[in-house]
């Protein structure tokens, strides 16, 4: 049954030879690595999150240190999760590739991953080596963050590209031995956070295998004027209008890049609140802000936040049992039922509520 199912992880690299490592010209290729979670009937045993970098543990604990978070803070979060586990037999299940926000690691959403696996989907969580803090490779090369980057439109577009390549790859890993046809290559959809988020909502207005998308605070100041032709969840922090994005990003650049980033921010909203299929919605969570929806966000604030968490990830496992797996109407059921939670806040394309 799929409440049982357990969480198994095998991570791949993925070669582009068509592609310079432009982050580092010893490289001939551009290379990077996925992490594939999966349902699993295997027991899986506690531990702490860091035993998702390996086989660089301690590299990755002292990146942590460098930003504020210290072992004992990493230790607080205990993952259950079976490297390399035997995939469920005989049966196949809906694909979400997911592309994370900028400077995150892969494999730090593993709440929201592991909720969504065990609700029987399988979640490739695509690194981005130089952009994320660290990255590690199974052989152990670690990657640190570069210390400067291409424009955004160039990231993203690099962001798209590896995302392609890694729908080519489904079907590969199908004929494997060991996952034995798992993957559902019928029923994929993709995820983002922030720059992710910007990413995949331009993937998916070109790319025609995908059946959905799922936008975690997107930068949707980057994203394309072109619109998806498929189901999009828009999943917002609490600052979700004009006024409350601008006092939300004021701070980091200069006022008038500030104010407007959030005008654009407000238009691309407003369009694809127009335009988007009527089956998409726009949701935003009460007490969430822009990294509430990473690990990373627990972590650097010291307060865990149980409630944003679980409502993030019940709302995306509502709109993906609609949208991905097929279960018609599950989402405005859910939605429209007793056990929305009261955090959980419907906006227009302004980012205010709906009444």
């Known amino acids: 049954m799929v409440s049982n199912l357990k969480v198994g992880?095998?991570?791949?690299?993925?070669?582009?030879f068509d592609r310079k490592e432009v982050f580092d010209d010893r490289k001939e290729f551009h290379s990077f690595p996925v992490s594939i979670y999966y349902p699993?009937?295997?027991?899986?045993?506690?531990?702490p999150l860091t035993s998702l970098f390996e086989p660089a543990i301690e590299k990755a604990i002292e990146i942590f240190s460098m930003v504020g978070i210290n072992e004992e803070k990493l230790k607080e979060v205990i993952i259950s999760i079976k490297e390399n586990a035997e995939p469920v037999q005989n049966t196949s299940y809906p694909v979400l590739l997911f592309s994370p926000g900028f400077g995150i690691d892969r494999d730090l959403?593993?709440?929201?991953?592991?909720?969504?696996?065990?609700?029987?989907?399988?979640?490739?969580?695509?690194?981005?080596?130089y952009d994320s803090f660290a990255t590690v490779f199974?052989?152990?090369?670690?990657?640190?963050?570069a210390e400067h980057f291409p424009d955004?439109?160039?990231?993203?577009?690099?962001?798209?590209?590896?995302?392609?390549l890694v729908l080519d790859h489904l079907?590969?890993?199908?004929?494997?031995?060991?996952?034995?046809?798992?993957?559902?290559?019928?029923?994929?959809?993709?995820?983002g956070h922030s720059l992710g988020g910007a990413t995949v909502f331009n993937l998916a207005t070109i790319d025609e295998r995908l059946s959905c998308a799922v936008l975690y605070d997107a930068s949707l100041f980057l994203v394309d004027n072109k619109i998806p032709n498929i189901p999009v969840l828009n999943l917002r922090q609490e600052a979700s209008s004009y006024e409350?994005?601008?006092?939300?990003?004021?701070?980091?650049?200069d006022a008038q890049t500030s104010e407007e980033i959030a005008r654009v921010f407000i238009e691309k909203q407003k369009n694809m609140y127009d335009f988007l299929p009527a089956s998409s919605s726009f949701m935003k969570v009460i007490g969430a802000n822009h990294l509430s929806f990473s690990t990373i966000g627990r972590l650097l604030s010291g307060a865990e936040t149980p409630d944003v968490t679980k409502t993030i990830n019940e709302l995306t496992i509502a709109f993906l049992n609609d949208?991905?797996?097929?279960?018609?109407?599950?989402?405005?059921?859910?939605?429209?039922?007793?056990?929305?939670?009261?955090?959980?806040?419907?906006?227009?394309?302004s980012g205010f509520p709906v009444d």
């Open 323 to 349: 949208f991905l797996k097929g279960e018609k109407a599950a989402y405005s059921e859910w939605i429209n039922g007793k056990d929305r939670p009261a955090n959980l806040v419907e906006i227009d394309g």
């Open 109 to 129: 959403y593993i709440e929201s991953i592991s909720a969504i696996v065990q609700k029987g989907y399988i979640v490739v969580a695509i690194s981005v080596p």
């Open 9 to 16: 992880r095998v991570i791949k690299v993925i070669d582009d």
């Open 171 to 191: 079907e590969k890993w199908n004929q494997e031995e060991f996952f034995n046809g798992i993957f559902d290559t019928n029923r994929v959809g993709v995820m």
């Open 244 to 253: 409350e994005y601008l006092e939300a990003i004021s701070g980091g650049d």
């Open 152 to 164: 955004d439109q160039s990231q993203i577009e690099s962001r798209m590209k590896d995302a392609s």
């Open 138 to 145: 199974p052989d152990g090369e670690f990657i640190f963050q």
């Open 40 to 47: 699993t009937n295997e027991n899986t045993t506690n531990k």
